[in-house]
């Protein structure tokens, strides 16, 4: 058998230890070419059949493998993507945004408490009563919003 010359499909086959119907699927992937005569180029169809081995070999072949290695790629740009984010302070740590938070909590709340002494030194005429009754709403509200499951 030389190189050069031109077989059928049994022949491609047997020679490359395949099904005839896999020779089928080889040429409607595009993987080997079949001429107008129906027969293979033997050179370029051992070629191309090894070349696709080599492939799957290498870890390059098959819909399964790329679906892989497209989302292990992704993850790899999201993870990327996060990790800049928090270098430009885009994103910050929860922990840093809680003690944030707790710290603004607890300014408003001793705002809130010192509201009824504030309020004696520029308003005179309120009288003790006033100033506990104004006391007393200021904690009950504090304390209402402390006991809400937000």
Known sequence: MSIDQRIGITQLSALVGVSEN?????????????????????????????????????G???????????REARARADKLE??????????IPASEVEMMWDKICRLIRARFLAMPARLQQHL????????????????????ELADDDL
Do not use: W
Request: charged fraction near 30%; aromatic fraction near 2%.
């Open 82 to 91: 996060m990790q800049n984010a928090a270098a430009r302070r885009d994103l």
């Open 22 to 58: 896999r020779i089928r699927q080889l040429c409607t992937a595009g993987t080997i070419e079949r001429g107008e005569d129906g027969q293979f180029d033997l050179r370029n169809s051992v070629r191309a059949y090894c070349g696709t081995l080599r492939e799957n070999a290498m």
């Open 124 to 143: 005179a005429h309120l009288t003790t009563h006033d100033l506990t009754l104004i006391d007393r709403e200021i904690r009950d509200a504090l304390k």
């Open 60 to 70: 390059r072949g098959g819909p399964g493998l790329a679906a892989e290695r497209e």
